[in-house]
């Protein structure tokens, strides 16, 4: 089944270091999410994007919807030991059907 | 309290027996689903209900099945429990509104299969 790649697979940062990843797709989506994966718990929704060229922060996390409509963008400023995880996209293809497509993640780690 | 629950939290099983993973939600969403995560491999969807008389197949269901006891309540069986089948399962809920997508995740089952 389709699923979406995401890049990198995993990055070793230092605090306070801005982090950017992304997610790719052979076919269009119509909204966009990522969602963070803490250690032991569920993934949770960080930020949904629903138009194509969209930019939308959510505190030190900025998301961007691609204009193809097949990628999206997450940056995180400044990092802090608790943005430690992995970092999935999400695409839905069709409004109102909320079966979701998820990326093969990023796992985040930070270096002391 | 959570509101997606999850039971077991961590299983270990031999091959060929019969598991039921459950999941109960207390958001009063009417749409449920089952996932595995596998490392590298992110979240495949394995079945999802929309409503209590609605179940769906997802990407990579073979092997499984689920049963919508009640709007709150869906569990995932592995009628014969097979190696591959190790991974980590999460139950998710939705509920059709303005934000569409949302999918709110229990706290995983950790299921190992010897």
């Known amino acids: 089944g389709q699923q979406l790649n995401q890049s990198p697979q995993s990055m070793f940062i230092q605090e306070g270091e801005d982090v950017s990843m992304n997610c790719t797709s052979s076919s269009i989506f119509n909204t966009w999410l990522w969602y963070k994966q803490d250690p032991g718990e569920g993934p949770v929704l960080l930020i949904a994007?629903?138009?194509?060229?969209e930019l939308t922060s959510n505190g030190r996390l900025t998301a961007q919807f691609g204009i193809t409509r097949k990628d999206s963008f997450l940056n995180i400023s400044a990092s802090i030991p608790s943005d430690v995880g992995i970092y999935f996209c999400?695409?839905?293809?069709?409004?109102?059907?909320?079966?979701?497509?998820f990326g093969t993640g990023t796992r985040l780690t930070i270096i002391p | 309290d959570a509101d997606v629950t999850q039971t077991p939290r961590n299983r270990i099983t031999k091959t060929g027996k019969r598991i039921m993973l459950e999941c109960s939600q207390t958001?009063?969403?009417?749409?449920m689903y089952w996932y595995r995560q596998d490392p590298g491999l992110g979240l495949r969807l394995i079945y999802y209900?929309?409503?209590?008389?609605?179940?769906n197949k997802g990407e990579i269901s073979d092997g499984y099945s689920v049963s919508r006891q009640a709007q709150a309540k869906f569990s995932l069986s592995l009628e014969s429990a097979i190696p591959n089948q190790t991974a980590l399962y999460f139950c998710a809920t939705s509920d059709p509104g303005p934000y569409v997508g949302e999918q709110f995740f229990g706290p995983g089952t950790r299921l190992t299969v010897l």
């Open positions: 999400a695409g839905q293809r069709n409004f109102g059907n909320e079966k979701l497509t």
């Open positions: 994007l629903y138009k194509a060229g």
């Open positions: 209900s929309f409503d209590v008389k609605d179940i």
């Open positions: 958001k009063g969403h009417d749409r």
